[in-house]
């Protein structure tokens, strides 16, 4: 074991060298002050954001210097507080019209630089919310994507991020919201024990984590899946562009497939199988050297995910995704069960044999929670 506590320590060194590195040079987003861009013929404002993103600490990459130094972007205020001061500037409040509460579920910017130009892009997905009697009712999941090509695009990120903001609710202002059926939904995650581990899987689509985590599903009809092999891990929509964004996970009642793009951007849904306190699926996933929201920020809009596949963990706690590092495992078998080190070590990237494995550790393991936080990188 002397191997393995020494690779932990030089991992959790190493890591904790990048975050602190990191948080001194993010560059700075800000969506106000901005010129007179009000609507006033919307009958709602925005009373509430709440941050439902599976990463907080940034909103993806921009690239600084003359070198174009990939650096992590954040607001200039807290993410709540610069989403609503913005939303308060093109809707008014007014307390004649219907308040609304945002919840944010993806807002990421990315830049990619090309032999002559610059591409800065920017996508969200965002669910509208009306507060009733101590209800939250979804009135609508809307998503947009925004992109420019420049000789700079990084001082352009903010107008690509209000652009987006934007288009969700002049989408949702064009909808006939006021006669939708009422869909109760969870926006808090703090339940003893997430209602996915005590229940048997639901048939339906999830909309985002906190529907997941408790075990809340939508129907829809016209949502459609290509007929596929029996042996296929994947689901592919039958209309490719319809909706895909606005679905988190969807379960046939037995597994639930979990939708790629939350985090690489292709357009199919990935069998997972329930291991414990995770799910367990093995997909093109980012790559995840630097194991920093870095990497995530660039996986989410396709731009660095590795053209190989991998191991992946959700946790079902905490919505975090975890890619498992093949090295930690065959330290953990290596000595407890040897015919298991050498099946693992001759096929890393079969789901099935590594949910048999993380299995046996989780429940014959002589420490479970030691394995718990190598899964999840501490």
Known sequence: ??????????????????????????????????????????????????????????????????????????????????????????????????????????????????????????????????FDKNNYILLGSFSAYAEKNSMDVTGKHDDRIREILKSCLIQFSNTDYNNAEKRFISVNNQQTLPAILKEPFKKGFYTSFSELYTNTVFQDSTIIFKES????????????????????????????????????????????????????????????????????????????????????LLNLNTGQFHNIDNRMIQLLLKDDFPELYKEIKKYPNDKNLMASTLKKLLLEGNDKEKVKQILEGF
């Open 1 to 130: 074991m002397k191997g393995l506590k020494s690779f932990l320590f030089f991992g959790v060194l190493t890591i904790s060298f990048l975050s602190f590195s990191q948080k001194d040079d993010y560059h700075i987003i800000s969506l106000l002050p901005i010129e007179d861009d009000t609507i006033a013929q919307t009958n709602f404002y925005i009373s509430k954001i709440i941050d439902n993103r599976t990463f907080k600490d940034n909103l993806g990459i921009a690239q600084k210097g003359m070198f174009n130094k990939k650096v992590l972007s954040t607001f200039d205020k807290p993410f709540e507080d610069e989403i609503l001061d913005y939303f308060n500037v093109i809707f008014p409040p007014d307390l004649t019209k219907q308040a609304l509460v945002i919840r944010v579920n993806q807002l990421l910017i990315s830049e990619h630089t090309g032999a002559f130009k610059e591409t800065g892009k920017a996508t969200v997905n965002l669910d509208v919310l009306n």
């Open 229 to 312: 092999n029996s042996n296929s891990d994947k689901l592919f929509l039958d209309n490719r562009v319809h909706k895909r964004a606005l679905y988190y996970a969807y379960s046939d009642g037995e597994s639930i497939f979990i939708n790629a793009a939350n985090y690489s951007g292709d357009k199919h849904f990935v069998k997972t199988e329930k291991i414990d306190n995770y799910l367990l699926f093995n997909d093109t996933f980012i790559n995840q050297d630097k194991a920093t929201g870095m990497s995530f920020a660039f996986g989410v809009l396709g731009l660095l995910a590795s053209n190989e596949k991998t191991n992946v």
